[in-house]
């Protein structure tokens, strides 16, 4: 059986494994995160997010995934 | 006899109208239930939040939108914890991609121990988000020179603190305040050191248009009844502010006729 190629890429500081060729969209699916209440930043850079479908995840990419918390 | 309808007394920032001058922290408390009853009685419609990361691994953790309907209460996204411009309008970008929000709460820190503002990097931020199309409000010192320039650099609202964050020593330098007052007619709202209810009360009769009070709420012994307490303190110092006091007299007057004594 063909073994399915990883990537390794960092989430919120912590490094992950995922298969080759996942997109940003499979990963917040993946992750159960409701889209609407975050905003995602990829290699320090904003994402638009009605194109996550279109960002396909590479080794080394750094994802942040972040959200409203309770704060003064 | 003309009495001032508070009814009709709004704050205004950023041309958005909003029926409460207190505005409340959402951090420090014991659970998320606990803040939304809190915010509640508060009778606020402004919350500041922060932006942090979703926790990947525990995702029934009970988030802020779920408690406070983002429909109903303003949020004000704030850069707490940032001690850097470049962390602050990061920060900030990430904050408007999640739901659009443009009004928002500058603070740079500049000391980890007495979280006083770091100015140059706020001005610096400042000036960039006001370019940026963001309608920033800005947590500063209460130096009036510094307000000013916050104010040429686009500030939508000039916050400057009472005390040190969470200290709860109340107003330290009310003639900076009234300084501060006299110069800028932008919304002027004191934010960080309040201690108890009074102290909101003497910032809206140095004439601030609001207060941000977070820990004096969160960590009273009685959260919920100092949430109240804040309400009616703003409420009875804006009233006070607009009846007009009474001058300061160094010598006693009495307050019956000398006349007619028996």
Same mark, same amino acid.
């Given at each position: ?43 320090? @850079? ?17 994802? @942040? ?8 | ?19 409460? #001058? ?11 239930? +606990? ?45 707490? /914890? ?13 904050? #408007? ?35 940026? /199309? ?46 501060? #007052?006299? =110069? ?10 309040? /201690? +108890? ?40 110092? #804006? =009233? ?11 010598? /006693? ?10």
């Amino acid at each position: 059986m063909k073994k399915i190629k990883k990537i390794k890429i960092k989430l919120n500081g912590k490094v992950r494994l995922l298969p080759e060729k996942t997109n940003l969209s499979k990963l917040v699916k993946i992750l159960k995160i409701p889209i609407k209440k975050v905003a995602i930043e990829l290699n320090q @850079e904003i994402i638009d997010k009605r194109k996550i479908s279109k960002i396909l995840l590479k080794d080394d990419d750094k994802i @942040e995934i972040v959200h409203f918390i309770g704060g003064g | 006899m003309e009495v001032v309808d508070l009814k009709k007394d709004k704050l205004i920032i950023a041309k958005k109208v909003f029926n409460s #001058r207190l505005i409340v922290g959402t951090g420090k408390y014991k659970n998320m239930s +606990q803040c939304a009853k809190a915010i509640k009685l508060s009778g606020a419609d402004i919350v500041t939040v922060a932006v942090r990361r979703v926790n990947i691994t525990d995702k029934n953790k009970p988030l802020l939108m779920d408690y406070i309907d983002p429909k109903k209460i303003t949020y004000l996204p704030n850069t707490a /914890g940032c001690f850097n411009s470049n962390d602050a309008l990061r920060t900030l970008r990430l904050a #408007r991609e999640i739901g659009g929000w443009k009004l928002v709460k500058l603070e740079v820190l500049g000391d980890k121990k007495n979280l006083f503002p770091e100015m140059i990097e706020t001005l610096k931020s400042t000036e960039i988000l006001s370019k940026e /199309g963001f309608k920033v409000m800005v947590y500063c010192n209460d130096d009036p020179l510094m307000a000013r320039r916050l104010e040429n650099a686009g500030a939508c609202a000039i916050m400057p603190l009472a005390a040190p964050i969470g200290s709860g020593l109340g107003i330290l330098n009310k003639i900076n305040i009234k300084i501060i #007052r006299n =110069q800028t007619k932008l919304p002027l709202i004191i934010d960080a050191g309040l /201690g +108890q209810a009074s102290d909101a009360t003497i910032a809206m009769e140095l004439g601030c248009d609001g207060v941000l009070v977070n820990t004096a709420i969160a960590k009273a012994k009685k959260p919920f009844e100092m949430a109240l307490a804040f309400k009616n303190s703003v409420i009875a110092g #804006r =009233q006070s502010y607009l009846a007009g006091r009474i001058e300061k007299k160094l010598m /006693g007057n009495p307050s019956s006729p000398s006349k007619g004594l028996i």
